[in-house]
């Protein structure tokens, strides 16, 4: 429990100053631009950003979990072999998608009304960029690096400010807005490169089972595109549906509820590893799960609070009165993405230990949102409470699956060495 506990201050430190530093920089990027001036570009920019990277995070997740495994395993060099197998396939294949983007790009500015192609583009870089940086981030993720893994997004932060504000000084625009994160992700890609060499040092590569992480792989990418279209689907519905102005008021509400991620990035970050950790050498899960959860219920509170009894002042104080009009769905939205990151954590311990059977559920419950925005979408009130009815029903659904999994036998885990055992059965919990 002492050791959850480290990691869980240590990250939250880490991820909370990372995201204080991203909220910063957006806040600045919308008085720089207001709601009219390119600011609901950037918004649904960074939400289609946002979308790509949840979608693509199983690349993410399945390099933390097996690298744990690894780890846990005293096998460093099928670590570094984890990492170079995906690494290269990865940089390369994701390049396809530059000339795509310009294929379908004008289709996706006429849908969503971007202003320029190039916006896309940007886009598409940022996704590129993180998708690197993913891979080897999860390592550092996977052995509980977490100083070094905190160092690296604070870096990347911290000079997204800085580079930012000295290109909007030359100009506002959402395209300058989006080139900050490109430059900076390259500083921080260098580093990441230092940081990995660190990890496994002068260790040769080991032989690893690319079966049994791709076995793993497919059921997440379902589960992260699922989880992606929770996060924005509401942006995108706005972008597309609702004026202008309406769609830059919103995009500041949207940006402010994810400050929900502050408290939840650091746990999801942490829980994945922990649990995997705990599985592979054949522990109960259940108490830590729990503990965890309660750390992040705990510390969302107090943002949820604020933003749903004082939104409107908050909206004002920080974006400028232009913004005010979306105070009052400011604690709807907020407490909507609270309980997205709830039924996060809940996947995550499925995750854990290879158990993929509640996608169906999760998956019927992103429809039901799509059906709900699809008939209400008139205004922004309309399609907050959508959203909070469809969350807080899959939150309750995803913990009722888990009261009844209780009993169910783990399956034996996969790809560990010639000889080991299958874990006793267990339950999930």
């Not at 052995?143 to 909007?168: K, M, P």
């Not at 409470?385 to 899959?394: E, F, K, M, N, R």
């Amino acid at each position: 429990m002492r050791s959850e506990l480290r990691h869980s201050v240590l990250l939250t430190l880490g991820t909370g100053a990372t995201a204080v530093l991203s909220l910063v920089y957006c806040v600045y990027a919308g008085r720089r631009m207001g709601p009219t001036g390119g600011y609901a570009d950037f918004a649904a920019a960074l939400a289609l950003v946002s979308f790509f990277n949840i979608a693509l995070g199983p690349i993410n997740g399945t390099i933390t979990r097996f690298s744990a495994q690894f780890a846990a395993q005293n096998r460093v060099g099928a670590v570094r072999t984890l990492h170079m197998a995906i690494a290269r396939p990865v940089a390369l294949w994701a390049l396809a998608g530059f000339p795509l983007i310009l294929l379908v790009g004008p289709f996706l500015a006429s849908v969503f009304r971007f202003r320029s192609m190039l916006l896309l583009v940007l886009a598409y870089g940022m996704v590129y960029l993180t998708l690197l940086m993913s891979v080897g981030r999860g390592v550092l993720r996977g052995v509980q690096r977490f100083n070094a893994y905190n160092a690296n997004i604070l870096t990347e932060a911290c000079s997204r400010l800085v580079i930012g504000i000295a290109l909007f000084a030359v100009v506002a625009s959402a395209a300058v807005g989006l080139l900050a994160y490109v430059l900076a992700m390259v500083l921080t890609l260098g580093m990441l490169a230092v940081q990995l060499r660190a990890v496994w040092g002068d260790r040769p590569a080991e032989p690893m089972d690319g079966a049994a992480v791709v076995r793993f792989a497919f059921p997440m990418f379902v589960l992260m595109g699922t989880a992606a279209g929770f996060e924005n689907l509401d942006l995108f519905v706005v972008k597309s549906r609702l004026n202008e102005a309406q769609a830059g008021a919103y995009g500041a509400a949207f940006i402010l509820a994810k400050a929900m991620s502050v408290v939840a990035t650091p746990f999801h970050i942490l829980l994945l590893p922990l649990l995997t950790d705990l599985y592979t050498r054949g522990r109960g899960l259940g108490g830590v799960f729990l503990r965890v959860s309660l750390y992040f219920v705990l510390l969302a509170a107090g943002p949820l609070l604020l933003f749903w009894l004082a939104g409107d002042p908050v909206v004002r104080r920080l974006y400028g009165p232009q913004f005010g009009a979306v105070g009052t769905v400011l604690g709807p939205l907020a407490l909507a993405r609270m309980l997205t990151y709830v039924a996060g954590l809940i996947t995550v311990l499925y995750a854990s230990v290879g158990r993929f059977r509640f996608l169906w559920f999760y998956g019927a419950a992103l429809v039901a949102e799509a059906a709900l925005l699809a008939r209400w979408h008139g205004s922004l009130e309309q399609i907050v409470w959508a959203v909070l009815v469809v969350q807080l029903a899959t939150a309750l659904g995803l913990a009722v699956w888990l009261i009844a999994d209780r009993g169910e036998p783990r399956p034996r885990q996969p790809d560990a060495p010639r000889g080991t055992p299958p874990p006793a059965p267990s339950s999930l919990t």
